[in-house]
């Protein structure tokens, strides 16, 4: 089981890396997490790549919190990318 969540999570942050290639590695690292954070809230996981890759952009490029940790402080930012991604 470890391994298969491994790959999914191997196979998200790579497409997460790719679909962001304009976007700095920071950005990517910061997604990556997001998507672990997440991996266990019973959304797909395109869905929760969408969410996160949503949230990151909402976020400033100097933004110090984890995407996770900003979204508590930030529920009208947090609506918007659930329904965007189709979360929920």
């Known amino acids: 089981m470890k391994t298969k969540m491994s790959a999914l999570l191997f196979f998200i942050i790579a497409a997460t890396a790719s679909n962001f290639s304009y976007a700095g590695a920071d950005d990517a690292a910061w997604i990556a997490k997001c998507v672990a954070d997440n991996a266990k809230e019973g ?43 189709g979360w929920k």
């Open 43 to 85: 959304a797909a996981p395109e869905t929760v790549q969408k969410y996160c890759s949503c949230m990151n952009s909402k976020m400033s490029d100097n933004e110090t919190l984890s995407i996770s940790a900003w979204e508590t402080s930030h529920p009208k930012e947090m609506k918007a990318c659930e329904v965007a991604s």
